[in-house]
């Protein structure tokens, strides 16, 4: 069993920033491709960003490109998302999920754990 638990959402200015983080247990964290998700009020959860096992490999929706940064320390079991020029269509509920293999992938079925997620809201 994999248990994942996300930090660091809350209550963030537009431009704002905010590092997310998934501390991860119960299994060799290493060897798994690593994602963000997230869903806001009324809407279907959706794929934000995704990790290889060794960091080398990494996939972002369009909206959140340039803005988003994942990076994963394989010595501590984390994965982070840093965000930066937060807008308010930002705000939702983000999720981590890990996958048995290391192979990247963006849909919500191809994941085997998942965290309870964390709030960011993004308004002045």
């Known amino acids: 069993q994999v248990q994942l638990v996300e930090s660091g959402g809350g209550l963030v200015q537009p431009g704002g920033s905010l590092r997310l983080s998934c501390a991860a247990s119960g299994r060799t964290f290493s060897s798994s491709a690593m994602g963000w998700f997230r869903q806001a009020p009324g809407k279907e959860r959706e794929f934000v960003a995704v990790?290889?096992?060794?960091?080398?490999?990494?996939f972002y929706v369009d909206p959140v490109k340039g803005r988003f940064t994942i990076s994963r320390d394989n010595a501590k079991n984390t994965v982070y998302l840093q965000m930066n020029s937060l807008k308010p269509e930002d705000t939702a509920v983000y999720y981590c999920a890990a996958r048995r293999n290391d192979i990247v992938a963006i849909t919500t079925t191809a994941y085997d754990y998942w965290g309870q997620g964390t709030q960011v809201t993004v308004s002045s």
């Open positions: 990790i290889s096992g060794s960091g080398g490999s990494t």
